[in-house]
């Protein structure tokens, strides 16, 4: 039989447990509610997914012509994803958009798993730049035939570009040649009927080994090479951040726009245009791709001078001036083509998933007048646009930018923005937005935390269990 102070003792203690429980459970109670909310935003993505889109977004006036539009798709180590899909397609003038060729279950005579440049030829045909585990497929395929002309198989891994040029040969912007140590990446020339390399160009033959941090896997990046005139090539070395001119036969670097590492003018920029003004300037019109904006530089006085720009796209990898002075963009990670005016607003609109890579409309390349020669310029931000399926999900990055403009932490807001702008996209699935996302990111930390609280706070009852199981425990054992 207990005396008094044990059993007041009991009951303080009995008491205190009882409070300390209620407090955990209130506790529970706030926790299980900030989760709700954190996890309501992947309900919400759910629940209005249009599925994986191809068709109009804005169109306030219908196209002159075709607009082809490769899409890059994804794959992770070898597996499709077939919400992700990469394929070619269509679009007619009002962004009716139809698939014409798909990286799964398509009848090609040969494996393509991604799409990159897809140029339109004299004869009506779209020469494409596809990869497959092999190397680089390139082909002529006929739109209205949906049949292969004609393709090579070449063995260079991940090619995003390759040109027809002098009726019969292949330019080729030729990365990842990497072997003991040294990057061979070039611009070669492949001649079809003798089945040789006719002409080469080795980037580390002109640019210091240390370049962009020196030499790896990966080292330029070349992701375009074009032929601007009879023995004069355009190149993209991405991870250089800069666009050069190479002279065919002096193999001299006549043009250089940008720097190593000169994020100001140009960061990792994709599928330059060059041309010559009116008046005789050159030009040179670019997706600038990690500064999410296309540019135009005019070389004047001897140095490249940035005449007009257009901010606000998510990663565009290809924008080319069309002969009515509007702009046509592969708008990446906000997975549509759209056409801009000369102040950025969108007046032309395909959305087109998942990570449309070229967009062409007529001629390749850029054919319509410079700003100078249409009395415009400035800095714009692309505005307009349907601000339907994925590009309306990158919410945000956009409240990231707007809430820290201005303040002290407005250059930490904006790369936080742009990382998560341009990294989120590969790694949630389609139906999902980026407030989901961060909702998501933030409630796995805090559910490994709550786990870990429980077991502290539960560790006796935990012990006594275990103790029970093993037959360790004694009768009337207290927890």
Do not use: C
């Not at 080795?202 to 375009?224: C, L």
């Amino acid at each position: 039989m207990q005396s008094v102070p044990e059993r007041l003792r009991a009951l303080l203690t009995g008491a205190r447990r009882r409070l300390a429980d209620s407090r955990a459970w209130r506790v529970r109670a706030v926790l299980l509610v900030v989760l709700l909310l954190l996890l309501s935003p992947t309900v919400v993505s759910a629940a209005t997914d249009q599925g994986t889109r191809l068709g109009p977004g804005t169109v306030e006036r219908p196209a002159d012509n075709t607009t082809y539009v490769s899409v890059q798709g994804f794959h992770f180590k070898g597996v499709g994803n077939a919400k992700k899909p990469a394929r070619v397609v269509a679009a007619d003038g009002r962004a009716n958009g139809r698939e014409l060729i798909s990286g799964v279950d398509n009848d090609l005579p040969f494996e393509a798993r991604w799409f990159y440049d897809a140029d339109p030829l004299p004869d009506g045909n779209l020469l494409v730049t596809s990869t497959n585990p092999q190397g680089t497929v390139v082909f002529s395929y006929d739109p209205a035939a949906g049949e292969v002309a004609w393709y090579e198989q070449l063995p260079y891994h991940d090619t995003h570009d390759v040109d027809l040029i002098d009726g019969d040969q292949l330019l080729v912007a030729n990365m990842r040649q990497y072997e003991n140590g040294v990057s061979n990446d070039r611009l070669l020339v492949y001649d079809r009927p003798s089945d040789e390399v006719v002409w080469e160009w080795t980037f580390h033959e002109h640019y210091p080994n240390s370049t962009d941090g020196g030499f790896r896997a990966d080292w330029s990046h070349v992701n375009d090479v074009d032929k601007v005139d009879e023995g004069r090539y355009l190149a993209s070395p991405r991870n250089f951040d800069q666009v050069i001119l190479v002279n065919r036969s002096t193999k001299e670097i006549e043009y250089r726009l940008g720097g190593d590492d000169d994020h100001d003018r140009l960061f990792e920029q994709h599928n330059p245009d060059f041309f010559i003004d009116e008046d005789g300037t050159p030009t040179i019109l670019v997706a600038d791709s990690e500064n999410d904006r296309v540019v135009e530089f005019a070389y004047r006085n001897g140095s490249w001078e940035e005449v007009w720009s257009v901010g606000g796209f998510n990663w565009p990898r290809d924008a080319d001036r069309l002969p009515n002075g509007n702009t046509l963009v592969a708008d990446s990670l906000n997975h549509r083509a759209v056409e801009i005016t000369p102040e950025g607003e969108v007046v032309w609109e395909v959305y087109a998933a998942w990570a449309p890579y070229d967009a062409e409309r007529g001629a390749p390349g850029s054919n319509g007048p410079s700003m100078a020669a249409m009395n415009a310029g400035g800095s714009h931000t692309v505005s307009g646009g349907a601000g339907e399926g994925p590009a309306s999900r990158e919410t945000f990055p956009d409240w990231l930018r707007d809430n820290t403009a201005g303040t002290p932490a407005e250059s930490l807001g904006e790369e936080v923005a742009a990382r998560y702008q341009h990294v989120t996209p590969f790694l949630r699935p389609v139906w999902m937005s980026s407030w989901a996302l961060l909702g998501i990111l933030l409630a796995l930390p805090l559910l490994l935390g709550w786990g870990a609280g429980e077991v502290v706070y539960q560790r006796r009852r935990i012990a006594a269990a275990v103790r029970g199981l093993t037959g360790q425990g004694g009768a009337g054992e207290r927890i």
